[in-house]
C-alpha cells in the first residue's frame, strides 16, 4: 500500500518516498521525520493519523495490557511525532501545520471504548497545549474527531462484531459511515494556508455524531 501510493503520487508529478514506520518506537518516528527532512530540505506539515482501533470491550474487562497497547500507539505515538515534528519545523525558523487524528470517542461518551477514548481524549488536549506553546513560532497544531470511518481496520472490527455495523450507521445523522477520504480532505483543509488562522481546534468530522 505505501508503494502504491507513493507510485501514485510520483506518477501525478510529485515526489514521494515511504518509510514504514512503528509510531510507539522512538527510534522509528526519529528515522521518519528524519527521512523526511532529508529528501524534502524541511518539514512544512505533517498528518499523524497511525492509531489502533477500539477493542469493544467494557472498562473491567480490558486487561492492563490492552490499555497499554492502546495508549503505546494512539497517544504516545502521537506525542512521539509530534515531538519530532516540531523540533524540524522549529529548526528550519519557517513554523508549519500538524494535525492529529483524534476520534468522536474523546469528544463524547462512547460504549464499550474505555481505553480508546481515553486515547483519543488525550490527542485533542495534547494537540491544543502544543498549538498555544508554539503558536508564536508559526507552528499550528489541530485535530480531527472522525466518526466511524470504514478503512480496512474499522471493517475488520465490524465484522467480528455482529450490530456495530448498524449502530454505527444509525448513530450518524448523515445515516452512514465516513469514506477514509472524507477525513483525508478536512486534513488537507488544516494543513494548507487556507486555515491559517485555525490552531488549537479539534474539528469533528462525524456526520453530526457529536450533534446528537
Same mark, same amino acid.
Given at each position: 500500500?505505501?508503494?502504491?501510493?507513493?507510485?501514485?503520487?510520483?506518477?501525478?508529478?510529485?515526489?514521494?518516498?515511504?518509510?514504514?514506520?512503528?509510531? =510507539? &518506537?522512538e527510534a522509528?518516528?526519529?528515522?521518519?521525520?528524519?527521512?523526511?527532512?532529508?529528501?524534502?530540505?524541511?518539514?512544512?506539515?505533517?498528518?499523524?493519523?497511525?492509531?489502533?482501533?477500539?477493542?469493544?470491550?467494557?472498562?473491567?474487562?480490558?486487561?492492563?495490557?490492552?490499555?497499554?497497547?492502546?495508549?503505546?500507539?494512539?497517544?504516545?505515538?502521537?506525542?512521539?511525532?509530534?515531538?519530532?515534528?516540531?523540533a524540524a519545523?522549529?529548526?528550519?525558523?519557517?513554523?508549519? %501545520?500538524?494535525?492529529?487524528?483524534? =476520534?468522536?470517542?474523546?469528544?463524547?461518551?462512547?460504549?464499550? %471504548?474505555?481505553?480508546?477514548?481515553?486515547?483519543?481524549?488525550?490527542?485533542?488536549?495534547?494537540?491544543?497545549?502544543?498549538?498555544?506553546?508554539?503558536?508564536?513560532?508559526?507552528?499550528?497544531?489541530? &485535530?480531527?474527531?472522525?466518526?466511524?470511518?470504514?478503512?480496512?481496520?474499522?471493517?475488520?472490527?465490524?465484522? &467480528?462484531?455482529?450490530?456495530?455495523?448498524?449502530f454505527l450507521?444509525?448513530?450518524?445523522?448523515?445515516?452512514?459511515? %465516513?469514506?477514509?477520504?472524507?477525513?483525508?480532505?478536512?486534513?488537507?483543509?488544516?494543513? &494548507?494556508?487556507? %486555515?491559517?488562522?485555525?490552531?488549537?481546534?479539534?474539528?469533528?468530522?462525524?456526520?453530526?455524531?457529536?450533534?446528537?
Amino acid at each position: 500500500g505505501l508503494l502504491a501510493t507513493v507510485d501514485e503520487i510520483v506518477s501525478a508529478g510529485g515526489r514521494a518516498i515511504c518509510r514504514r514506520t512503528d509510531i =510507539s &518506537s522512538e527510534a522509528d518516528v526519529r528515522a521518519l521525520v528524519d527521512a523526511a527532512v532529508s529528501v524534502h530540505g524541511k518539514l512544512d506539515g505533517a498528518f499523524n493519523n497511525a492509531g489502533v482501533v477500539n477493542l469493544c470491550k467494557l472498562l473491567h474487562e480490558i486487561t492492563l495490557e490492552e490499555f497499554n497497547q492502546c495508549q503505546a500507539v494512539n497517544l504516545a505515538g502521537t506525542f512521539l511525532c509530534m515531538k519530532y515534528q516540531i523540533a524540524a519545523m522549529l529548526a528550519a525558523g519557517r513554523g508549519g %501545520s500538524i494535525v492529529n487524528t483524534a =476520534s468522536a470517542a474523546g469528544v463524547v461518551g462512547f460504549q464499550r %471504548s474505555a481505553e480508546y477514548g481515553g486515547s483519543k481524549g488525550g490527542i485533542i488536549a495534547m494537540s491544543r497545549a502544543a498549538a498555544i506553546d508554539y503558536g508564536a513560532q508559526g507552528i499550528r497544531v489541530n &485535530s480531527i474527531a472522525p466518526g466511524a470511518v470504514l478503512t480496512p481496520m474499522v471493517q475488520k472490527n465490524i465484522e &467480528s462484531n455482529p450490530g456495530v455495523e448498524e449502530f454505527l450507521k444509525t448513530a450518524h445523522p448523515i445515516g452512514r459511515c %465516513s469514506q477514509p477520504v472524507e477525513q483525508a480532505q478536512a486534513a488537507m483543509w488544516l494543513l &494548507s494556508d487556507l %486555515s491559517s488562522f485555525v490552531t488549537g481546534i479539534c474539528m469533528p468530522v462525524d456526520g453530526g455524531f457529536t450533534a446528537v
